[in-house]
């Protein structure tokens, strides 16, 4: 007789199950009454295996690993067992705590060591590693390894055991006997797909699904399967700690793979598919029928739901149908509009449906078009010779016949080329004066009232080799040259998006950020809105180096994995002050607007950025990870010379140590975010940024694109109430609070921002107007001690970007 087995005994004598008679027993002076509520200790039967042999299970789970289990099962063949026959060996006793689980959840609980028996079994695999990988890298998810069957002489143990378990421990159900997968899925993917659960199952032993209703949900969910929220509930319904956040988040992918090893072991994808969620809802069916109803009239109506409306944007800043659908009852204000464009530009697109004939006038001035016009013909008209600079008027009349209509659209304006030589001839001799004395290079443009006025370039694009010697022939800079935009990226990428998504109403700022991201909850992620990350008053701290294990919160922040960052940022990351205490410039506030901005989207942040605004404006130079996109290395200005070392100050893992020439220089992005990330990593040309910034003085589009309406421009533009240099991410003038950046003739309307790698953007709608700098500042010598050093190219005034900007407008003001 076991000894757990001895006790039970022993307190059936002491007391007389269901009466109250008092009985007293020598070796227990208190009086007793049993208690009709209550329940027993363990809940879970857990299994696991140990991936090592006997000898050394016995070390890790008797003596010096720091875990235990209540039993290890042998297995046969094992050099290392000492007997012929195996045996099922005890090592804590079932009353008592073993440490087994770790940290796991399943059907509510957490802390499972508290209410588990744990089973290991000896399964040692065989495992390959890379030849060509360093032992740096010799880690899990490079290794490969293949584990054998489960030894049939081992598993008849198992089950012998497993029922004198459940006959001692009634409170464990079957949907109860799991795995370590299944209870810690994003740690663990012990028994295996080889474990043979559905022997087990056979025996009596833990759940299992019955055919007939797996092929019922089959039929339906082939057809249509449940969405991604839906599978996220059932699989939370069936004991998994998942959280319903519409996504296949690494969460949920991690927690499929734990059920497809358990229920479907030759088909582990990860993937969220119509085989998966039939297996899971006959499962619920069988086991849980009241959550499997309420979840299938879910999915019923997820059916009959349609998506919601969205706004959708205009093919033109003005479009106007004539006459109005809902005329106004003071006669003249109808019919009538304005719209922005330059002296000697501009055009009127007419989409006529039906009408012979109109009077149409811009700027008080008729214009000629077709008589009589045709039914159902777009015409296209140029209005060059009655535009001015700024806002113009259109005005129609007497559209015939009675009741026909047509449509009008004016596009936006586009940049055309109109250099001036020498306008700027003192910022051209500050900067090359510079370069000359040893900053190396960069690319300056200038718009104003739609014209490219200036694009230069000066120095060279890439200077030293990786030990900081000098090349013997420097890359030349060129207009066209791409450069690491750093923090613009913020600005450029990720705002440009947000902007875009609240004009169609996908987006509201004002919301809770757990409104669009379910599982950004606890420790008062509930009460941060969107606008707090824009405005950085959400009292995150400045950055958090996951990059490296010795990062100020801890080896736990440590991430070089895209998907483990964002679980980090979006549950992990603590707040370091109140909100709204303060303004306090971070990282994480953009690193989570960018997860924010591929949840609403359903895309990649590069894949959506790219396609869904660049492409449509004609950029093609301004991507994430340009290397990966068909982009050399010798079209890139490079930034720091010894990769992210500082010269040999810094150290962490797989840090790089080369030139670093189109790789985003951000560590944080590069690490842990695989390049792509909503605080840096886009590499633009001053070209294609000239666009954008012509994008927002034309108040969100350009030529026949636009890409967010003037009143959402407006609001994120606007100043915040508790300081006027920012708006809703972009940082602005004010009254000359940042003149560092916009230097002293800024108009406190001007906005824009800065990267670390030396590049500035500013925006004057004031006098429409428009200045990029992108320098490559970093790719200089670094001087001073371990702790205190600076980049040589930032003591340059083109490094500071100040004075430049200053002489610009000087340049303009002053003509």
Not at 257 to 277: E, I, K
Not at 789 to 797: I, L
């Amino acid at each position: 007789m076991s000894f757990s087995s001895l006790k039970t005994l022993l307190k059936q004598l002491c007391y007389l199950s269901g009466a109250a008679l008092l009985v007293s027993c020598a070796s227990n002076q208190y009086t007793f009454t049993q208690s009709a509520n209550y329940s027993h200790r363990v809940k879970f039967l857990v299994m696991h295996y140990t991936a090592i042999d006997y000898e050394k299970s016995m070390r890790a789970l008797v003596d010096e690993g720091g875990l235990s289990s209540h039993y290890l099962l042998p297995e046969s063949g094992d050099s290392s067992y000492p007997h012929d026959k195996l045996e099922i060996i005890q090592l804590v006793d079932e009353n008592d705590r073993a440490w087994h689980a770790g940290r796991s959840y399943w059907q509510g609980r957490e802390d499972l060591n508290d209410h588990s028996i744990g089973i290991e079994i000896v399964n040692v695999p065989t495992c390959h590693i890379p030849e060509h990988s360093s032992p740096a890298m010799q880690n899990d998810t490079s290794k490969l390894c293949i584990y054998p069957d489960y030894d049939a002489k081992q598993i008849e143990l198992l089950i012998t055991l497993s029922k004198d378990i459940l006959k001692r421990n009634p409170d464990i159900g079957p949907t109860q006997i799991v795995g370590h997968s299944d209870i810690a899925p994003s740690r663990k993917n012990d028994p295996g797909p080889r474990f043979p659960w559905y022997q087990l199952y056979k025996a009596g032993i833990g759940a299992w699904y019955d055919s007939d209703t797996v092929d019922k949900y089959w039929q339906l969910f082939s057809a249509s399967k449940p969405s991604t929220e839906l599978m996220q509930k059932a699989m939370r319904s069936y004991g998994y700690e998942v959280i319903a956040t519409g996504q296949l988040d690494s969460q949920t992918l991690d927690a499929l793979s734990a059920f497809q090893m358990h229920f479907l072991p030759w088909h582990v994808s990860g993937n969220n598919d119509a085989r998966s969620a039939a297996v899971l809802f006959a499962l619920l069916e069988k086991y849980f029928p009241k959550k499997c109803e309420r979840l299938f009239k879910e999915y019923q109506q997820q059916q009959l739901a349609t998506e919601p409306e969205t706004t959708v944007l205009a093919n033109a800043q003005v479009v106007v149908r004539i006459p109005s659908l809902d005329p106004s009852s003071r006669e003249l204000v109808n019919n009538r509009g304005t719209f922005q464009a330059y002296k000697g530009r501009g055009e009127i697109i007419i989409e006529n449906h039906d009408a012979r004939s109109a009077d149409i006038y811009i700027n008080g001035e008729k214009i000629n078009i077709a008589s009589p016009l045709t039914a159902e013909k777009v015409y296209q008209y140029s209005l060059a010779k009655r535009t001015h600079n700024g806002i113009n008027t259109f005005k129609v009349d007497n559209v015939q016949p009675e009741g026909a209509s047509l449509t009008l659209r004016f596009p936006y304006p586009t940049l055309i080329k109109n250099t001036h030589k020498d306008r700027f001839k003192a910022v051209d001799e500050l900067i090359n004066q510079e370069v000359a004395a040893g900053f190396p290079g960069a690319v300056l443009g200038v718009i104003k009232e739609g014209e490219l006025i200036k694009l230069s370039h000066y120095g060279a694009a890439k200077k030293y080799h990786a030990d900081g010697t000098l090349l013997a022939s420097p890359e030349a800079m060129k207009n066209d040259t791409l450069f690491d935009i750093a923090s613009n990226s913020k600005m450029f990428a990720t705002n440009f998006a947000l902007m875009k998504l609240a004009s169609e109403g996908k987006l509201d700022v004002e919301k809770p950020l757990f409104y669009y991201l379910p599982e950004f909850r606890g420790s008062g992620r509930e009460q941060r809105l969107v606008k707090d990350l824009l405005t950085h008053s959400a009292g995150y701290p400045a950055v958090v180096d996951f990059h490296r294990k010795d990062n100020k919160f801890g080896e736990r922040f440590f991430s070089q994995n895209s998907l483990r960052t964002k679980n980090l940022l979006l549950t992990g990351v603590p707040f370091v002050a109140g909100r709204n205490v303060k303004h306090l410039y971070s990282d994480i506030d953009y690193m989570l607007l960018g997860v924010l901005i591929e949840r609403i989207s359903g895309m990649p942040l590069d894949s959506y950025v790219e396609s869904q605004l660049y492409q449509p404006l004609g950029l093609t130079h301004t991507v994430y990870n340009p290397l990966q996109k068909g982009f050399l290395a010798s079209q890139i200005a490079a930034t720091e010379i010894n990769g992210n070392t500082r010269g040999g100050r810094i150290e962490f893992d797989n840090i790089r140590t080369d030139v670093l020439q189109g790789e985003v220089h951000d560590e944080k992005a590069f690490y842990a975010l695989g390049g792509v990330a909503g605080h840096a990593g886009l590499f633009s040309t001053a070209g294609d940024i000239m666009v954008l910034m012509q994008v927002l003085l034309n108040g969100g589009g350009y030529d026949n694109k636009q890409l967010f309406t003037p009143q959402v421009l407006a609001q994120f533009t606007q100043p915040q109430a508790s300081d006027e240099t920012y708006g809703l991410g972009w940082r602005r003038a004010g009254h000359q609070a940042r003149t560092w950046h916009f230097g002293p003739y800024a108009s406190p309307r001007a906005y824009g921002h800065t990267g670390w790698t030396g590049t500035v953007t500013v925006i004057d709608p004031e006098y429409d107007l428009a200045i990029v700098l992108l320098t490559n500042a970093r790719h200089t010598p670094i001087e001073g001690n371990d702790k205190n050093y600076e980049f040589v190219g930032k003591r340059f005034e083109t490094g500071k970007y100040g004075s430049i900007i200053s002489l610009i407008y000087e340049s303009i003001l002053n003509h």
